[in-house]
């Protein structure tokens, strides 16, 4: 593999959003972690936008904005490089990237906070047999993974969704399905931490008992629990 196919190897698409900050926070990364080095050349305009999956626009404002901290220029005939950075120049943007995600994460989770244990308890109101007979097979699905130290990222969303299905609230379905599209990046990792796959099952039997039971407040209470477990481990990772 040549020098441009293993550049090009180290970028992924970015999500939708604010796109153009997405593609600098992944260069800047790999330029802190060493990856792309002092004088690399990047990829051509046309070959990073197609890795990235993003418009040529969105390429040109990312690049500007990595002019912009000094971490990439524009050189005749050479295309744009990686410059030779002072640790200021490379720290302090990650920094500054690093603390809005975690303002940004801890935020969503208050959000998640807000809504889900009210949720819960009219879940617990107007969850039909069928609904808590689907709750209970995806925690039995949850439960053979956890058995195998396999991931459950899945089932955890799974279980999630069929908690707003059994409330019969389609604002709040649509709402949660945003907000948990934004944190499934931290959901996923916090997954991955050392005994959260049991902690997890375990607080959605909680969760189960409760609606069995038709017991709002011991439903709002078990997803208040299992939040705060989940916003421990999330915010501690950040």
């Known amino acids: 593999m040549n020098s441009t196919a293993r550049k090009n190897a180290l970028f992924r698409a970015v999500r939708k959003g604010r796109r153009y900050e997405q593609v600098a926070e992944q260069i800047q ?16 305009e046309r070959e990073l936008a197609a890795q990235f999956g993003v418009g040529r626009s969105s390429l040109r404002d990312a690049i500007r904005t990595l002019e912009v901290m000094g971490i990439v220029e524009s050189r005749h005939g050479a295309g744009n490089v990686i410059r030779d950075l002072d640790s200021d120049a490379l720290v302090v943007p990650l920094a500054s990237a690093l603390l809005r995600k975690r303002e940004m994460v801890a935020e969503l989770l208050e959000v998640r906070m807000m809504i889900e244990p009210a949720v819960a308890a009219r879940a617990a109101k107007n969850a039909t047999r069928e609904e808590i007979a689907r709750l209970e097979e995806i925690l039995e699905r949850q439960s053979e993974k956890v058995r195998r130290g396999e991931p459950t990222i899945a089932e955890d969303s799974e279980f999630h969704a069929a908690l707003m299905h059994a409330a019969r609230n389609t604002v709040v379905l649509r709402v949660m399905d945003v907000l948990m599209d934004l944190l499934r990046d931290s959901r996923a990792r916090s997954l991955q931490s050392p005994g959260r796959l049991q902690k997890s099952y375990e607080g959605h039997l909680r969760i189960l008992r409760a609606i069995r039971k038709r017991d709002g407040a011991a439903a709002e209470a078990a997803v208040r629990r299992h939040l705060n477990e989940v916003q421990a481990i999330v915010m501690r990772q950040l």
């Open 29 to 44: 990364s790999l330029v802190a972690k060493g990856v792309l080095k002092p004088g690399d050349r990047l990829p051509s």
